[in-house]
């Protein structure tokens, strides 16, 4: 995998390096044949050089019957290039001169026109270069020296056999030259860039592995990627916490819920037992004390499956809301006045108020009936006898609101986030009001399918205050 990383950079880098020597090279040559196709091109700034300023001086030479002659603006040239010239025949006779030195030779024979060209005379101590005229059917030749000291010229010459072996080595050796400095720069470049790629991929491993502990220093061009990477390490790591804490509750009610179940399941074994046993002959309101204790066993194992589903349910957004146009003052007083009709809870203070008679809402009267009743059932098994619970329904612009208040013992503030938990169940539960455990969750959930909002507020002994939060889709 490794490997497979670098080895892609490091091609890619390569060809990168390849194709931009090719493209010097090529616009190198190109210059080179352009420049001599075309020799007035300015592509090698050999326009300002001695030669050339002598092979380009035939068009400030004046040809006429009379003789010969310069342009001014060739003598101005001539003066900045601190060079002069002579004019000759056919014959190699001196026609004109202009700023020639004054032991130049009047009369040039063709050895002595090589030997000025070759070597610098003593008696002009010029540069020379010689240039060709055609003018009314003869050609003159004329002599242009140079009389500056840093001017120098080196004769070339080589076998033109040789040239293409030449080039073909000198050119080989470049590339490989070249492709080496590529390799060590592209190697070096891919080891960089993939080096912190092999972080993320051990990374990637570490947290696949369940191993969240994954820190890295977030630096250099990745650097987003090393915060993201520590970004999600830290979330997994919490997500690993909750769900170990979660499994823990949950393992934990299920031990709970068991042992609450058996102990009915017991008490209906028991009194079935004896019923059908035949050695013991029970009266009448006997049989029907033991068939209440059973059916009243049997309703609360009912509750608790009943609770199961319905919370799952809703978990899983699988139940579907039968929406009415109910009337909540009249909902939640009945939820106040049934709970006080239950024998267990007739000594209770349960006061009930409403800011309007009538307050009509879409609900499903069903699941907000038993969400009330959650609510007030809390209260109850959470708190001494002799407690206070205030219910209040209200109606403002916004939205509808019921309120259970109790000032009872209150909750510690690190149960206080928990009380809406699956599975959670209160430390002050009393052994008379076990139950599913799933009361409040089921609370939450109904609220939230409802698009409400359920809040908590509680103070260690002073009480708690519970609001429920419906936004009407239609009110009255």
Not at 181 to 206: E, G, H, Q, V
Not at 282 to 303: C, N, P, T, V
């Amino acid at each position: 995998m490794k490997w497979k990383l670098t080895g892609r950079y490091l091609v890619s880098v390569v060809l990168i390096v390849v194709i931009v020597i090719i493209m010097n090279i090529v616009v190198v040559i190109g210059l080179f044949i352009l420049q001599s196709v075309n020799e007035n091109l300015p592509l090698l700034n050999r326009q300002t050089s001695a030669e050339s300023i002598s092979r380009s001086f035939q068009e400030h030479i004046i040809i006429t019957e009379s003789g010969a002659s310069i342009s001014e603006k060739g003598k101005e040239i001539l003066k900045k290039k601190q060079a002069w010239i002579q004019i000759l025949d056919e014959d190699g006779g001196e026609i004109y001169r202009y700023l020639a030195p004054e032991k130049a030779k009047t009369k040039y024979a063709p050895i002595d026109i090589v030997q000025i060209y070759k070597y610098v005379e003593k008696e002009v101590l010029s540069t020379v270069f010689v240039g060709e005229k055609k003018g009314f059917e003869h050609r003159y030749s004329y002599l242009v020296g140079f009389t500056t000291p840093y001017l120098e010229r080196q004769v070339l010459t080589f076998d033109s056999r040789n040239f293409a072996q030449m080039f073909k080595v000198f050119s080989v050796s470049i590339i490989i030259i070249d492709g080496f400095i590529a390799l060590c720069i592209a190697y070096i470049f891919s080891k960089r860039l993939t080096k912190p790629m092999f972080i993320f991929i051990d990374s990637i491993k570490r947290l696949a592995g369940r191993d969240y502990n994954v820190y890295h220093q977030p630096k250099g061009i990745y650097k987003d990627v090393f915060a993201n990477i520590n970004l999600l390490s830290q979330e997994l790591k919490s997500s690993e916490k909750e769900r170990k804490k979660l499994d823990a509750m949950k393992e934990e009610w299920i031990g709970n819920i068991s042992h609450d179940i058996k102990t009915p399941l017991a008490s209906i074994q028991g009194y079935a037992e004896m019923i059908k046993d035949t050695e013991y002959q029970f009266s009448m309101d006997e049989i029907r004390d033991y068939a209440g204790i059973i059916e009243g066993k049997s309703k609360y194992l009912r509750d608790v499956i009943e609770d199961l589903n319905l919370s799952t349910r809703l978990r899983n957004k699988e139940l579907t809301l039968n929406k009415k146009n109910v009337n909540i003052v009249s909902l939640v007083r009945n939820v106040v006045i049934d709970t006080l009709n239950d024998p267990r809870y007739a000594n209770r203070d349960i006061d009930f108020s409403s800011s309007h008679e009538v307050i009509k809402i879409e609900v499903d009267d069903i699941l907000i009936r038993r969400a009330i009743s959650n609510l007030i059932y809390n209260a109850i098994v959470h708190n001494h006898e002799d407690i206070s619970i205030k219910v209040h329904a209200e109606k403002n612009e916004e939205s509808t609101l019921i309120r259970v208040e109790d000032n009872g013992k209150g909750i510690k503030q690190e149960e206080l986030g928990r009380i809406f938990d699956r599975y959670y169940r209160g430390t002050n539960t009393g052994e008379l009001h076990k139950g599913s455990g799933l009361g409040m969750a089921i609370t939450h959930d109904i609220v939230i399918a409802h698009g409400g909002s359920i809040q908590v507020h509680s103070t260690v002994g002073q009480g708690t205050v519970l609001e429920i939060i419906l936004e009407p889709n239609s009110a009255k």
